[in-house]
């Protein structure tokens, strides 16, 4: 493992922005983190754990520390059940998407609904990267993790790590554990989840080919592919880390407060992982922005909301990252003075 000085990270992220990591390494094994992060420790020096860089916005002077790139690689089978349960091992540094590509092939299902999620295995868990009605934490076995603080691997359950919307224990306990693989409970019973509202209007205009009008594991993966590209800008000519802020999620009484002053204001119940609901609504943020602010498709300078989603901040070559901030600032106080609603930010400042 190499130790680089002074490497510009906008390369690194989907933004396409910000400033020089001090410190920087690529780590392929567990032995490798492990040295990345003695070295972190004996040179007094923060690290950041850096996957794919899709949901990050690095500021214009970068990170003063090391930044640690996983790329620990390697898809195994590690149980095979009688068409349940089957366990399969997957490195942190292999592409989200290439993993999800490979379990549909193979004829395993439940990943289908998350296709063309940019990043990493590894990173999956951390925000428990969600789409279309489902959720990475609901097909999580366990997270294998180096753990800085003991100095020693341990092994996580879905219990540990908490899993909520947009949410876990890795994000509230940042910087201590370097996620290594993840372990993935999936099935071959062929069950699909459509009942997200795009996914039914896409399935009730197109035919499925089981002939009973069952739809197969892959039919919904090319049905978010091509939902996932009319609505989402290409992040290959777009800086872009996707949805910017989270949705709100709001008391039942602050959404009917709202749903008096905007009645067409969409919410759905918030049904947290094994299936509990306490009475919290979701509100999508990009309606706000949209029909509340007005602010689908505005632009200022070198930054902008996407003109298909609100919710998606989208920049030209040269924007830099204080003009993100400023520009996403400006939108949050906006809904803040329309509605009351404390926007949070899904993406994570690193400076
Ligand atoms: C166009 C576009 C669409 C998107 N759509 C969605 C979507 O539908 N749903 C969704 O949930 N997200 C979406 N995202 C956000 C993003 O793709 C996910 O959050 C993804 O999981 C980030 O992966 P990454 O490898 O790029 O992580 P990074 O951006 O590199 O890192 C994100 C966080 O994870 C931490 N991290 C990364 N790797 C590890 C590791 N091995 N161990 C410990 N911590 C680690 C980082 O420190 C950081 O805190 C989208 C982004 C884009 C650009």
């Not at 999620?117 to 590894?122: A, E, L, M, R």
Request: glycine share 10%; net charge neutral.
């Amino acid at each position: 493992m190499k130790i680089q000085e002074n490497i510009p990270l906008a390369s690194y992220t989907t933004f396409k922005i910000g400033g020089p990591a001090r410190f920087f390494c690529i780590v392929t094994s567990v032995d490798e983190v492990k040295s990345a992060v003695i070295f972190a420790k004996e040179n007094s020096v923060p690290f950041f754990v850096l996957g794919g860089g899709s949901n990050l916005l690095v500021s214009d002077t970068g990170f003063p520390g090391l930044v640690i790139k996983v790329e620990i690689k390697g898809i195994e089978i590690k149980e095979v059940g009688n068409n349940e349960n089957e366990i399969i091992r997957v490195g942190a540094g292999e592409m989200w998407d290439d993993l999800v590509e490979y379990t549909v092939k193979n004829g395993w299902n439940g990943l289908e609904n998350l296709s063309a999620i940019p990043g990493t295995v590894g990173a999956a868990p951390v925000q428990n990267i969600g789409a279309y009605g489902t959720e990475v934490g609901y097909f999580i076995s366990v997270v294998n993790v180096f753990d800085t603080k003991e100095m020693k691997e341990v092994t996580m359950l879905p219990r540990d790590c908490h899993f909520g919307y947009r949410n876990s224990t890795f994000k509230h306990e940042k910087g201590r554990y370097v996620i290594t693989s993840v372990d993935f409970k999936l099935n071959k019973d062929g069950k699909v989840s459509i009942e997200y509202r795009d996914l039914k209007e896409y399935f009730s205009k197109v035919s499925t080919d089981r002939g009973n009008g069952e739809v197969t594991p892959s039919q919904v993966r090319e049905a978010v592919i091509d939902i996932r590209w009319n609505k989402l800008p290409d992040w290959n000519k777009w800086g872009t880390a996707g949805s910017f802020f989270k949705n709100p999620v709001i008391s039942k009484e602050k959404f009917d407060e709202l749903k008096t002053k905007y009645p067409a204001l969409p919410g759905f119940p918030e049904i947290s992982i094994g299936g509990k609901s306490d009475g919290q609504m979701k509100i999508p943020l990009g309606w706000i922005l949209d029909n509340v602010c007005k602010a689908k498709g505005v632009t200022s300078g070198g930054v902008g909301t996407y003109k298909n989603q609100a919710l998606v901040i989208v920049t030209k070559s040269g924007a830099t990252a204080k003009e993100v901030v400023d520009f996403t600032q400006g939108l949050m106080k906006q809904v803040k003075e329309a509605t009351g609603i404390t926007v949070e930010a899904e993406v994570e400042w690193v400076n």
